[in-house]
């Protein structure tokens, strides 16, 4: 019996070590034979043009918005006055101030000569040392009281101030957030001023559109209506986040030298090339991913066995990546089957297509 028994587990443990070193099963894969580049086509988009550079200007206290001073399309300078609150509590509080320091200061000049007083009586052996301490303690309380008068007077200055609103650079109005005699918060825009110094190309694209745009490519602007007026730009800016009712990114383009007539606006047109995004097409249920990497399973024509070859991708969709790097022409890889596969695994081709 134990011979038997010792003979049945010398079987089973043979037969886990051959399970163990069986090679992986052949599967059987759909495949493509690469074929040349093919060029993409162009891609167009409509949108407006804005200034690279815009900034709200807001009030840093609240109040009673006593005058808006420009408007939509108004021309600003630095320096200049937008708008104004009404000013009549900030001037009160510091009307108050100024009473109060002068009051100090009276105070104080009163100490001062009390001290005096102390000092020289205190020489003459006339007064006592408590009394002289006494007036010095005095006339140093008094000019702490002088001195916080003062810091009042300012903060109470600049908070006049902040009732004026200025603009801060050379800029075109391009949005008005409140009217006079709307009482406004602290931070509120009352002014959207968009400066000078950039203009951006500006455009609301779906997610597909925006993947399928190369990195780093040209993009054509020309102007609606007049597409003699051009100009050239770099995505330099994509939302992060669609828009929850249209489902679309917004997508800034940074423009370089844009002619004059590209006013802020204006409607424009954009497009990126197809020579732009020429490369080798595959379906993208042929890439496998494997942390950061993307990649394809290559067959070896004469093994039957495959490898993983990491790609550039240029762009995607659901149906379809373009490889800028990574292939060569007649290169077989696996379409279909791919997620089960191994480095060296043997295949079977369910059957070629040229692509």
Partial sequence: MLALLGGVALASAGCRKEAETAPPPIRTVRTLTVEPPRQAADISFTGHIEAQDQVSLSFRIGGRLAERAVGVGATVAEGEVVARLDPENELNELRS??????????????????YERQSHLLARGITSQADFEAAEQARIAARAQVDAAQARVRADEDIVGFTTLKADAPGVVTRVGAEP?????????IVQLARRDGRDAVFELPAEVIRSLPNDATVHVALAGEPAATARGHVREVAPQADPVTRTFRVRVGLSSPPPSFRLGTAVTGSVRGSEMSGIAIPASALTRRGQDTGVWVVDPSALTVSLRKLDILSSDPATALVAKGLALGDVVVTA???????????????AEAR
């Avoid at 089957?337 to 059957?351: F, I, M, T």
Wanted: hydrophobic letters at 45%; zero cysteines; charged letters at 25%.
């Fill in 337 to 351: 089957g791919a997620n089960l596969l191994k480095e060296g695994q043997r295949v079977r081709l369910s059957g």
């Fill in 181 to 189: 005699a709307e009482v406004v918060a602290a931070g509120r825009m």
């Fill in 97 to 114: 101030a100024r009473s109060a320091l002068t009051a100090a200061q009276s105070a104080l000049r009163k100490a001062e000569n009390q």
